[in-house]
């Protein structure tokens, strides 16, 4: 006989959530708009997070504005104060092609 469950679940033991990555939905849509500008920057660059890296951060400082997460300083969510690249206005691509 087996002791899980009908997916082989162990049905004594309570899952333990993730440390990051779950959070509510926005079911009121409160950050639309910067995940729209987000997406859309994504598919205008090809899909080149670094571009768009200023969205993201607006982003998910809308979501802890909003409680839709935890409120976290945003160096723990890969953020620093201001990159060297960004106080300089020079883009990642620029960089890159820079130092070959």
Known sequence: MSAGGAFGGNRGLRPVPPEKGVFPL???HLC??????YLSCLKSSGHNSETCRHLSKKYLQCRMEKN???????????FGKESNMEASGQNVNERIDNQG
Request: proline fraction near 0%; glycine fraction near 4%; charged fraction near 45%.
């Open 68 to 78: 839709l997460m935890a409120k976290q300083d945003m160096s723990e969510l890969g």
């Open 32 to 37: 639309d708009l910067e995940k729209k500008e």
């Open 26 to 28: 926005d079911h009121m």
